[in-house]
């Protein structure tokens, strides 16, 4: 009795994966979806907005209190 194929779901488009040798690019449905995904991290890496985000939030802060 064949062991029932084990199935993730794409990161990039949530369609069923068959996790065996049968899908090379899993976790991905397919190169494309890899390429997307790897897009995706390569992007938010060149957009790391912490600090700017954090700097405009005290800069918020500070004038309203000297005002008050
Ligand atoms: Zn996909």
Redesign the pocket.
Known sequence: MPKPPLTVE?P??S?PVEWSENSPNRP???DR?KLIDLGAWAAEDHAIPGNELEDDLFSEDMPPRRDH
């Open positions: 794409c990039t488009c369609a991905f449905c397919s979806c």
